[in-house]
T-cell receptor, first 111, second 115 residues
C-alpha cells in the first residue's frame, strides 16, 4: 500500500463548479498534513496546511479525519486559474522529518 | 526572508557522465533539506533528506548520492548517469518545528535529460 494515495484524475470541471479531492495516508503516526499545488513544469507550492479542526482559506477548505486517515480539499466556485495538479503531503512529528507526497490529482477547469 | 536556490534549471547530459546538482538555502539555519525526483507525468519521489550537516537519509537505492557539506548546502551527485535518471529534480527545505513539521519550500527545479 502506498504511504499517501490520491485519485490521479483527471478531473474536468466546468468553471464555477465545486470540486473535492480526497487523499488517504497509511501511517497513523503522521502529524502534519498539507495540500500543494503544482502547475505544469513548475515546482510545487504550498496551497494550505491542514489542521485537525479543518480550515478554510477563501474558496478552499481542507479537512482532516484522523480516525479514517484521510484528508480532503474542497474548491468552491472554481476558476480557470485553479487548473493544476493538487498534491497531498504528509509528514511525521518532530523527529520524523520524512515528507511524503501523493502522486497528485490533475484538475482542469473548463470555460 | 528565506530563499532557496537550485541550479542549473536545465541540463542535458550523456549516459555515463557524472552529475552534480547544487541547492543552497538563505535566511535560515539548520533546516531539513530534501531532494525529490519527478519523472514525466508522475508524482514526487523522495530521494534523500538531511536533518543536519553530514547526515543523509536515503529513501531509494539507486545510482545517486547526496551530501551536505555545509548547513545550508545540499548536493545531489552521480558518478555515471543512466537514461532512467532523467527527470525533474527538486530541492526543498523545511523549518524544524518544535512539535510538528512546517511546510516545505521548493527550489525551481532542474530538468535533467540523459541522452
Amino acid at each position: 500500500r502506498k504511504e499517501v494515495e490520491q485519485d490521479p484524475g483527471p478531473f474536468n470541471v466546468p468553471e464555477g463548479a465545486t470540486v473535492a479531492f480526497n487523499c488517504t495516508y497509511s501511517n497513523s503516526a503522521s502529524q502534519s498534513f498539507f495540500w500543494y499545488r503544482q502547475d505544469c513544469r513548475k515546482e510545487p507550492k504550498l496551497l494550505m496546511s491542514v489542521y485537525s479542526s479543518g480550515n478554510e482559506d477563501g474558496r478552499f477548505t481542507a479537512q482532516l479525519n484522523r480516525a479514517s486517515q484521510y484528508i480532503s480539499l474542497l474548491i468552491r466556485d472554481s476558476k480557470l486559474s485553479d487548473s493544476a495538479t493538487y498534491l497531498c503531503v504528509v509528514s511525521g512529528n518532530f523527529g520524523n522529518e520524512k515528507l511524503t507526497f501523493g502522486t497528485g490529482t490533475r484538475l482542469t477547469i473548463i470555460p | 526572508s528565506q530563499t532557496i536556490h537550485q541550479w542549473p534549471a536545465t541540463l542535458v547530459q550523456p549516459v555515463g557522465s557524472p552529475l552534480s546538482l547544487e541547492c543552497t538555502v538563505e535566511g535560515t539555519s539548520n533546516p531539513n533539506l530534501y531532494w525529490y525526483r519527478q519523472a514525466a507525468g508522475r508524482g514526487l519521489q523522495l530521494l534523500f533528506y538531511s536533518v543536519g550537516i553530514g547526515q543523509i537519509s536515503s529513501e531509494v537505492p539507486q545510482n545517486l548520492s547526496a551530501s551536505r557539506p555545509q548547513d545550508r548546502q545540499f548536493i545531489l551527485s552521480s558518478k555515471k548517469l543512466l537514461l532512467s535518471d532523467s527527470g525533474f529534480y527538486l530541492c526543498a527545505w523545511m523549518y524544524k518545528g518544535r512539535t510538528t513539521n512546517t511546510e516545505a519550500f521548493f527550489g525551481q527545479g532542474t530538468r535533467l535529460t540523459v541522452v
